[in-house]
């Protein structure tokens, strides 16, 4: 016999112990039957279901043996053949119940444990959740998500930035929770811009639909729509830099932005202070592509080509001033 039967009538196995054997002897016919024969040991011969020697239950499991060998055991095993599937009816619903109950509460466990994905400056990472979701993060970008999705709602949370590709559930919306704004999609693509310190919150769609909700408002946006949530307002336009998406394949994408906006997510993605010494410059436009592998010294010798200043670099305070 399986020592971890008898250890389950012993109740010495862990609850996740107890489910995986509760599991395996759906599938495993032998299992089945010495389950179902021990049950029947304790429910005939009146055993205590709660042995403290795993040695006394294997011995009154081998004179249970000896016993119906016998002509006369035999006889007494046919007349109590209806008390016996009887019990064998009680049995199974008993085990059913205990299968329902033990998967209900593991599920219960899944749901609240959350993993946490956080990208370095200067990197990027791709996961894939369990339900089939792809989730791409940019430098110093956080994901909380749960183990499995259980429930009505595929729920995770970002900070930073992260593009989506949502496996399709029709049952259940896949929701991205971005500080004060929230997204529902049941199957699409779209990018999440959500920095703390940028004071927006911008969603890109790409393909299929979502729905921004943001304080009191909200609005559906179609393919190469994006919302703007900002200071109690929402707002819904065009994707002005669709290479902006680009991040996801180490490509950095300015179109027609401020030296002050791109400084801005320079300092997010490589974890450095950029003082704007002259002022002049914050209101200077540059369109311009950079490989995030370039790094932030050359990237900002290269936009220097375009209009002349001076770069000092505090590489010991990691500050990096512009003049």
């Known amino acids: ?30 299992l089945k039957k010495q389950f179902a024969e021990y049950q029947n040991i304790q429910a005939l011969l009146n055993l205590s ?102 429930g009505k709602e595929r729920t995770v949370s970002i900070i930073g930035e992260a593009f989506f590709e949502v496996a399709k559930d029709k049952n259940r919306p896949f929701i991205v929770a971005a500080q004060d704004a929230k997204i529902q999609v049941l199957g699409t693509k779209f990018n999440v811009y959500s920095y703390p310190d ?22 559906i946006l179609r393919p190469n729509e994006e919302s703007i949530a900002q200071d109690g307002k929402l707002t819904v336009s065009n994707i002005k830099n669709p290479d902006m998406l680009l991040w996801r394949n180490g490509i950095y994408s300015f179109n027609n932005e401020r030296l002050a906006d791109i400084v801005n997510k ?16 914050k209101d200077i436009n540059y369109t311009c592509k950079f490989r995030q592998r370039d790094g932030i010294e050359k990237i900002l010798h290269t936009i220097q080509k375009i209009h002349h200043f001076k770069i000092e670099i505090d590489k010991e305070n990691n500050v990096i001033t512009l003049k």
């Open 49 to 150: 279901s709660h042995t403290e020697d795993k040695k006394e239950g294997e011995t009154s499991y081998q004179h249970f043996q000896k016993r119906i060998k016998s002509k006369k055991m035999r006889i007494w095993l046919v007349k109590t053949m209806k008390y016996a599937a009887a019990i064998l009816i009680l049995m199974i619903s008993t085990y059913q119940l205990s299968i329902w109950q033990m998967s209900h509460k593991l599920q219960d466990d899944f749901q609240v444990q959350t993993n946490t994905l956080y990208v370095p400056a200067g990197q990027r990472a791709c996961i894939s959740l369990q339900d089939g979701t792809v989730v791409w993060l940019n430098a110093q970008s956080t994901l909380t998500y749960p183990s499995h999705f259980y």
């Open 266 to 281: 320079l300092e997010l993605y490589y974890d450095v202070t950029i003082n704007i010494a002259n002022p002049k410059l």
């Open 1 to 30: 016999m399986d020592e971890r039967i008898l250890k389950y009538f012993q109740n010495s196995l862990a609850p996740n112990e107890r489910l995986l054997l509760l599991r395996e002897i759906e599938k495993n016919e032998e």
């Open 198 to 219: 940028s004071k927006q919150i911008r969603t890109s769609l790409i393909e299929g639909a979502v729905q921004v909700f943001y304080k009191s408002k909200q609005v």
